[in-house]
């Protein structure tokens, strides 16, 4: 299986470098393979075994893609795209807002041609799973693209899924999904850890999963992600959107989310002088603790609201939601309170897309309503210290996250251990810390040391790369709350 997907991937990816030479980037390839891959298995779905009705117009199909050439097809394609992104449903979501990106027509028969020669619908769930997995992978290792900021590292999702462990019948969400990598792997340990009866395969695939994501060309790599993975059907259980503008009203058995770092918003707005601002959104909503234009506290308080009594929730969070006075403060406070916080992993630097993140995975239970604090007791796992890893030479492996599920214990996580990078710290211990600081380290940096003992080189440049990218985005920000006053 894996030579076999391996290999497609190879193919694919070998025609994109051809493209590069018209301006066509790694993210509009991926995006141009979306769009014909799904005009393909839905042609395939149409003949036997299978003999479905399509979901796409007879005008819009495959076919009547495939019998043209020349600017015909060039028109044609951009007409589908069009057309079909003003569709409901799942096609909605995987063509709208789409354009073709491939302007030679000879190329884009080329790549025609490449993708009608398989027989897609014929491959294995999990080898057209892993072809568009790999492709995503590939296209996040590009920096230029922006892409990886949607990409979470698969090894950590597997390992967050698999100290959670999801069960059958479970309902879980993301409303910041990206492309989906928190679902797939949910998906895949319910999947081999559970025999299923027909009910729980079918509320796998059509009911479990419920996705949010701002960004319309991320939810159209998700949704066919998704699909190609077996999840969901005719409608994708994204929704593209603004996650934090409501309360959608829905609650959740589990939530695994990584929402996007940095305090600037994704929207434009214009102020009172008619100037173009990023700054961050403030949402006033009657769940929230605290009004704040951060981010990530938005997003931290939006996931306890969808959180049912009693389920579970793992959010990825930058260190400054740990430390934030003020708004984050008030939060962090609330948080320890009404829920059981039970769990960080103090995640090592390099591990993500983007430069200079320090972040962490926070674990906590929902809760009834009490006037006694939840939280008892926090375990803290420290994978940061003296722990080094680039995306290229030297990156983070499963194995490396193994410790930690160890230490975790999700078979009784009330009976723990302590080790010398897992260390407990009561309620009333974390109360007297100054502003309820939660980031919280013990262990001696050993780059700190003489200068007989210094790390290596590429290791003190990527420290000293990243702090200085953390830096520019404090620097952006202040410029733009600066700006907008004038």
């Known amino acids: 299986m894996a030579n076999e997907s391996s290999g497609i991937v190879q193919k694919l990816w070998n025609y994109c470098t051809v493209l590069r030479d018209d301006g066509v980037s790694y993210g509009d390839y991926v995006q141009q393979l979306t769009f014909l891959l799904f005009l393909k298995m839905a042609d395939e779905q149409t003949k036997p075994p299978f003999n479905k009705e399509s979901i796409i117009p007879k005008f819009y199909d495959w076919q009547s893609l495939v019998n043209l050439e020349g600017p015909d097809l060039e028109i044609h394609y951009r007409d589908i795209i069009d057309s079909l992104g003003k569709k409901e449903g799942m096609l909605g979501i995987v063509f709208r807002k789409g354009q073709n990106k491939i302007q030679d027509p000879a190329k884009l028969k080329k790549l025609i041609i490449l993708i009608d020669s398989e027989i897609w619908m014929g491959l294995d769930v999990d080898v057209k799973g892993d072809i568009y997995e790999g492709l995503l992978q590939k296209n996040a290792e590009d920096t230029k693209s922006g892409a990886g900021q949607y990409f979470t590292p698969r090894q950590l999702i597997k390992a967050i899924v698999a100290v959670i462990r999801p069960k059958p ?101 214009t102020n009172e002088n008619g100037k173009a601002s990023k700054d961050s959104l403030t949402y006033a909503r009657d769940d929230f603790w605290a009004t704040t234009s951060n981010k990530q506290l938005n997003f931290l308080q939006h996931v306890k609201t969808l959180l049912k009594i009693n389920g579970k929730c793992a959010i990825v969070v930058p260190d400054n939601v740990l430390f934030e006075g003020g708004a984050g ?62 995306l290229i030479e030297k990156p983070m492996k499963y194995g490396d996250l193994e410790d930690f599920i160890k230490c975790y214990n999700p078979e009784n996580r009330y009976q723990r251990t302590e080790t010398e990078r897992f260390k407990c710290f009561t309620y009333e211990e974390i109360m007297k810390r100054d502003k309820t600081n939660l980031d919280i380290f013990w262990l001696k940096d050993e780059s700190l040391g003489d200068s007989d003992n210094l790390p290596e080189p590429e290791i003190m440049i990527r420290s000293v790369a990243d702090n200085l990218e953390a830096a520019l985005d404090e620097f952006e920000e202040i410029y733009g709350k600066l700006t907008n006053k004038k």
């Open 329 to 390: 403060e008030t939060v962090r406070r609330k948080l320890l309170h009404e829920f059981e916080v039970h769990t960080l992993l103090r995640l090592p630097t390099g591990i993500f897309y983007r430069p200079g993140v320090k972040a962490n995975v926070l674990f906590f239970d929902g809760r009834i309503a009490s006037e006694k604090p939840w939280t008892k007791k926090i375990w803290v796992y420290d994978l940061r210290t003296n722990m080094h890893f680039t």
């Open 169 to 269: 019948m479970e309902s879980i969400c993301d409303p910041a999904c990206g492309t989906g990598g928190f679902f797939l792997a949910a998906h895949e340990y319910i999947s081999n850890n559970y025999s299923l009866d027909k009910t729980q395969k079918d509320f796998l695939r059509f009911e479990s999963f419920k996705g949010g994501e701002l960004v319309p060309e991320t939810a159209r790599l998700c949704a066919m992600n998704l699909y190609l993975h077996g999840i969901g059907g005719d409608e994708s259980p994204v929704t593209v959107g603004d996650s934090l503008l409501s309360d959608p009203g829905q609650r959740f058995d589990i939530i695994l989310t990584n929402p996007p770092f940095g305090k600037k918003s994704s929207f434009t707005m």
